[in-house]
């Protein structure tokens, strides 16, 4: 009897520079705000200003903050999608081959793509690793793990193979009770470890413009419903939590309140110890590591709190719990294969 191709799986992520230099952000900055996912002002108004002013201040900035938060192994965040493809291959075994691929660098989607196809694969997994839906976000990798598997770049481009693999797109698992344990045991794993207990928790998401969700992406509700479930399954009274809505770019309104205008009056309100978690970003990567461990922690600072008294929590990352309701998920939506 012959033997089975394995069932692929693709770990989808926005992605990362290769390096902390302009040189390496400039390119990755290009590529992730031409998409009309991201932004989605018409390209005549936008690709000007994008390849003006942007690109020629931006990636240097950027690259700052990269430096900052890089490490020995390079990029937290290929470091720790990383790790997680290997956790995840592990657990899955031999019937799965799980690799990564990244919307906006490499290791690309095409790559990932490509790595599964050699390997006779014909039936894939998209795990997009965003438990809320976006459009700027699971919209991305799902346009690009399209195009991948079609191998082409748009509808009119041209054709480079025959055999398209059969896809199934991971839906979102905002509510999802493994998602919701898993960062319960990491929350008090981790408050496990502090000297004294926090007297207040802000649960961060990365925000999008409001526009964006007055016509039609459910992110924001599918936001406030893992809070609602995380706080919960916590046990914490309503005054002592709340959700806030990081990382504003523009001049547009985005959602709210603002993460970093809730962190500077923490003080004012009495907070003397806040925790903060993003349970919309499972990787730790720029937004988590220096926009809140770094960032967040001075803008409590500066509202009057102490720095020392700020904490902030990392990412699910590879936790074993997370890894778990992963593993349980992929098969669930392999079931018929």
Same mark, same amino acid.
């Given at each position: 009897?012959?033997?089975?191709?394995?069932?692929?799986?693709? &770990?989808?992520?926005?992605?990362?520079?290769?390096?902390? *230099?302009?040189?390496? +952000?400039?390119?990755? =900055?290009?590529?992730? /705000?031409?998409?009309?996912?991201?932004?989605?002002?018409?390209?005549?108004?936008?690709?000007? =200003?994008?390849?003006? +002013?942007?690109?020629?201040?931006?990636?240097?900035?950027?690259?700052?903050?990269?430096?900052?938060?890089? @490490? @020995?192994?390079?990029?937290?965040?290929?470091?720790?999608?990383?790790?997680?493809?290997?956790?995840?291959?592990? &657990? /899955?075994?031999?019937?799965?081959?799980?690799?990564?691929?990244?919307?906006?660098?490499?290791? #690309?989607?095409?790559?990932?793509?490509?790595?599964?196809?050699?390997?006779?694969?014909?039936?894939?997994?998209?795990?997009?690793?965003?438990?809320?839906?976006?459009?700027?976000?699971?919209? #991305?990798?799902?346009?690009?793990?399209?195009?991948?598997?079609?191998?082409?770049?748009?509808? *009119?481009?041209?054709?480079?193979?025959? &055999?398209?693999?059969? !896809?199934?797109?991971?839906?979102?698992?905002?509510?999802?009770?493994?998602?919701?344990?898993?960062?319960?045991?990491?929350?008090?794993?981790?408050?496990?470890? /502090?000297?004294?207990?926090?007297?207040?928790?802000?649960?961060?998401?990365?925000?999008?413009?409001?526009?964006?969700?007055? *016509?039609?992406?459910?992110? %924001?509700?599918?936001?406030?419903?893992?809070?609602?479930?995380?706080?919960?399954?916590?046990?914490?009274?309503?005054?002592?939590?709340? &959700?806030?809505?990081?990382?504003?770019?523009?001049?547009?309104?985005?959602?709210? %309140?603002?993460?970093?205008?809730? !962190?500077?009056?923490?003080?004012?309100?009495?907070?003397?110890?806040?925790?903060?978690?993003?349970?919309?970003?499972?990787?730790?990567?720029?937004?988590?590591?220096?926009? =809140?461990?770094?960032?967040?922690?001075?803008?409590?600072?500066?509202?009057?709190?102490?720095?020392?008294?700020? @904490?902030?929590?990392?990412?699910?990352?590879?936790?074993?719990?997370? =890894?778990?309701?992963?593993?349980?998920?992929?098969?669930?939506?392999?079931?018929?294969?």
């Amino acid at each position: 009897m012959n033997k089975q191709p394995p069932i692929g799986v693709i &770990l989808a992520q926005i992605g990362t520079p290769t390096a902390p *230099t302009a040189k390496a +952000v400039r390119p990755y =900055l290009k590529r992730f /705000l031409s998409d009309r996912r991201i932004i989605d002002y018409s390209p005549m108004l936008w690709q000007p =200003l994008l390849r003006g +002013v942007i690109l020629r201040t931006r990636p240097r900035r950027s690259a700052e903050l990269y430096r900052q938060i890089w @490490t @020995t192994e390079g990029s937290p965040l290929l470091f720790h999608s990383l790790a997680q493809r290997s956790g995840l291959q592990a &657990l /899955l075994g031999s019937r799965y081959q799980v690799e990564l691929g990244l919307a906006y660098s490499e290791p #690309s989607m095409e790559q990932a793509m490509s790595a599964l196809e050699a390997n006779g694969v014909t039936r894939i997994i998209i795990v997009p690793l965003f438990p809320q839906y976006s459009s700027t976000t699971t919209a #991305s990798v799902f346009d690009q793990a399209s195009f991948a598997a079609l191998g082409r770049q748009s509808s *009119t481009g041209p054709v480079t193979k025959r &055999l398209i693999p059969a !896809l199934r797109f991971m839906d979102a698992y905002y509510n999802e009770p493994g998602y919701i344990s898993a960062m319960k045991s990491h929350l008090l794993q981790q408050i496990e470890l /502090l000297s004294s207990n926090p007297d207040f928790f802000v649960l961060t998401f990365h925000g999008i413009p409001k526009r964006y969700a007055d *016509t039609g992406d459910p992110y %924001p509700e599918q936001c406030m419903e893992t809070a609602r479930l995380l706080a919960s399954a916590m046990n914490w009274e309503p005054e002592r939590w709340q &959700l806030t809505f990081q990382s504003r770019f523009g001049r547009e309104e985005w959602v709210g %309140p603002s993460t970093a205008d809730v !962190l500077g009056k923490l003080a004012g309100r009495g907070i003397h110890k806040p925790l903060i978690f993003s349970p919309g970003l499972v990787t730790d990567c720029l937004e988590t590591l220096h926009e =809140l461990a770094i960032e967040g922690r001075e803008q409590f600072e500066a509202g009057g709190g102490h720095a020392e008294d700020f @904490t902030a929590i990392p990412c699910l990352n590879n936790h074993e719990d997370w =890894l778990h309701f992963l593993t349980q998920h992929v098969e669930r939506n392999a079931m018929g294969w």
